[in-house]
C-alpha cells in the first residue's frame, strides 16, 4: 500500500517544501488542492507547472491528485462545469498527476436530478480525461455521501475514466458502514482519503488513531497496492496541531492498520 497526504494540511507550503517533507517522511505521493490560495491551481502558466514536475521528480514522490472544487451535481448550465472540468484535467495533465478530484455539489435538489445533472457532466469529462491519461474521481461528500450515492451516479457513467474517490469521513457520518461503503464502490474506488475526528459532533482533525473513525476496518478492505491519502483538514481548523510533525507517526499508524504489513 501506498501513503500520500493532501496539502490542505500544510496550506500555502511552497511546492517544493511539500516535495520534502513527503519525501522526508515517507509518503510516496501528494494530492495537491488546487485553489488559488495555493501554490498549485488552474491559473498556473507552463513555467510554473513545469517545475510543479521537476520538484516532485527530484523528491522522488508522485503527484497522485489534483484535488479540484468542481461541483458536477450542482443546479445550473453545464458550460461553466465542463469549463472548470477542462481546467482541472489539463493542470493534471501538465503535473503529472494520476487523478482530479472533484465534489457532488447537488445541494437539495430532487436527487434523480442530480444524480442525471453529475452523469452527463463526468460522461462528457470522462473522454477528455482518457485522452490526457487521467482519471476523473467522485468523492463521497456533500449531498452524495454514502458509497451507494456515488455509485448511482458511476454505474450511470459506465467510463472507466470516471471513478470514486472514497472519503471515509462522509459514508461514516451518514451511517453507512465501511464494507457497504467498500462494495457499493467496488472497481469505481480510486483510493482512498483518510482522516480522524473525536466524534461526529467534532470534526476538528486529531492524529490518525486518535479519534473515531474505523480507519483499521476501512483499510483491510483495500488491495494492497493501493493508495491511501491522510486529509487532515488544518485549512478548516487553524487551532489544529501542526500536520508536520504529525506526518510520521500517522504513516507509521496506517500501516500498522494493514493486513500482513
Not at 473522454?127 to 451516479?153: K, Q
Not at 461503503?181 to 467534532?202: I, N
Not at 490518525?208 to 483499521?216: E, K, R, T
Request: glycine share 14%; proline share 6%.
Amino acid at each position: 500500500m501506498k501513503f500520500a497526504f493532501s496539502t490542505l494540511g500544510v496550506p500555502g507550503m511552497p511546492v517544493a517544501q511539500v516535495a520534502a517533507l513527503a519525501a522526508d517522511t515517507g509518503y510516496q505521493g501528494v494530492e495537491l488542492r488546487a485553489h488559488p490560495e495555493e501554490p498549485v491551481h488552474q491559473g498556473i502558466g507552463a513555467r510554473e507547472r513545469a517545475e510543479v514536475v521537476r520538484e516532485f521528480e527530484q523528491a522522488g514522490v508522485e503527484v497522485l491528485t489534483v484535488a479540484g472544487y468542481a461541483r458536477v451535481a450542482a443546479a445550473g448550465d453545464d458550460g461553466p462545469v465542463h469549463e472548470e472540468l477542462d481546467e482541472l484535467l489539463r493542470l493534471a495533465r501538465d503535473v503529472g498527476a494520476s487523478y482530479v478530484r472533484v465534489f457532488p455539489g447537488g445541494g437539495d435538489q430532487d436527487a434523480g436530478d442530480a444524480d442525471a445533472l453529475a452523469a452527463r457532466r463526468l460522461g462528457a469529462a470522462a473522454e477528455t480525461a482518457a485522452e490526457s491519461g487521467v482519471r476523473i474521481l467522485l468523492e463521497t461528500h456533500d449531498s452524495h455521501r454514502t458509497g451507494a450515492d456515488v455509485s448511482r451516479i458511476l454505474g450511470t457513467v459506465g467510463h472507466r475514466n470516471a471513478g470514486a474517490l472514497w472519503d471515509v469521513l462522509h459514508p461514516w457520518l451518514a451511517g453507512e458502514e465501511p464494507e457497504q461503503t467498500r462494495a457499493a464502490l467496488g472497481p469505481y474506488l480510486g483510493y482512498v482519503q483518510v482522516k480522524d475526528v473525536v466524534s461526529g459532533e467534532d470534526l476538528a482533525p486529531v492524529p490518525l488513531g486518535a479519534g473515531a473513525l474505523p480507519l483499521g476496518r476501512c483499510l483491510g478492505l483495500l488491495d494492497e497496492d493501493g493508495w491511501v491519502c491522510w486529509e487532515y483538514e488544518k485549512r478548516w481548523y487553524p487551532q489544529a496541531a501542526e500536520l508536520p510533525g504529525l506526518l510520521a507517526a500517522g504513516r507509521e499508524h496506517l500501516l500498522g492498520l494493514v493486513p500482513g504489513a
